[in-house]
């Protein structure tokens, strides 16, 4: 697949389309094969979609990183269906298969939006009636971020790969028997 993003030499601006980075690959890589409907929040360039090469829906509050993933899907053949949204809000309700999300990172003062989020960005996620019902839904974020995963009544499994505080990938699967797990895993 292709992927569009703004130059690597581009000032640091709110609307800025993020090149990807690590963590972009953790998530990718973290994904199960999708069957059905496929939510990306806060997609930025689309990067998961594209990354595996499967049609998806995209969600994000910048209206640019809206078109540069939009030109990636066309570049690489790739169907994005894209939702100007905040978290779930603004995406047409459906029975989503999979809903992912690279998050942003938590309370970094000053950082623009694809940088930097509040922990409101993650209470939103975690209480959408559209992600409470879906099949699984996979989020890379700070580990701090991810902690109230734990107190959802579904399976919920953790897999932290940096030192505390860090970055864990979480699978929540709603609705599915109620445990919590949670691992860490040096980085290979």
């Known amino acids: 697949s292709r992927l569009a993003w703004d130059r690597l030499d581009a000032p640091p601006a709110a609307?800025?389309?993020?090149?990807?980075?690590?963590?972009?690959?953790?998530?990718?890589?973290?994904?199960?094969?999708?069957?059905?409907?496929?939510?990306?929040?806060?997609?930025?360039?689309?990067?998961?979609?594209?990354?595996?090469?499967?049609?998806?829906?995209?969600?994000?509050?910048?209206?640019?990183?809206?078109?540069?993933a939009g030109l990636g899907g066309l570049l690489s053949d790739v169907p994005l269906e894209p939702y100007r949204a905040d978290v779930m809000a603004g995406v047409p309700e459906r029975a989503w298969d999979l809903v992912s999300c690279n998050a942003p990172i938590p309370d970094e003062p000053g950082a623009p939006i694809w940088r930097s989020t509040t922990f409101g960005f993650f209470e939103r996620l975690y209480n959408s009636p559209q992600a409470a019902s879906a099949r699984l839904v996979v989020i890379h974020a700070a580990e701090r971020a991810l902690a109230p995963l734990a107190d959802l009544p579904d399976e919920k499994v953790v897999v932290a790969y940096t030192p505390e505080p860090g970055f864990a990938v979480a699978g929540w699967a709603p609705g599915g028997t109620s445990r919590y797990l949670t691992a860490r895993r040096p980085l290979s």
């Open 15 to 68: 609307d800025l389309v993020c090149w990807p980075d690590d963590s972009s690959y953790h998530l990718a890589k973290s994904l199960p094969p999708v069957s059905g409907d496929w939510l990306d929040v806060a997609c930025g360039s689309a990067f998961a979609p594209l990354f595996v090469h499967h049609a998806a829906c995209i969600a994000d509050l910048n209206d640019q990183a809206l078109a540069r």
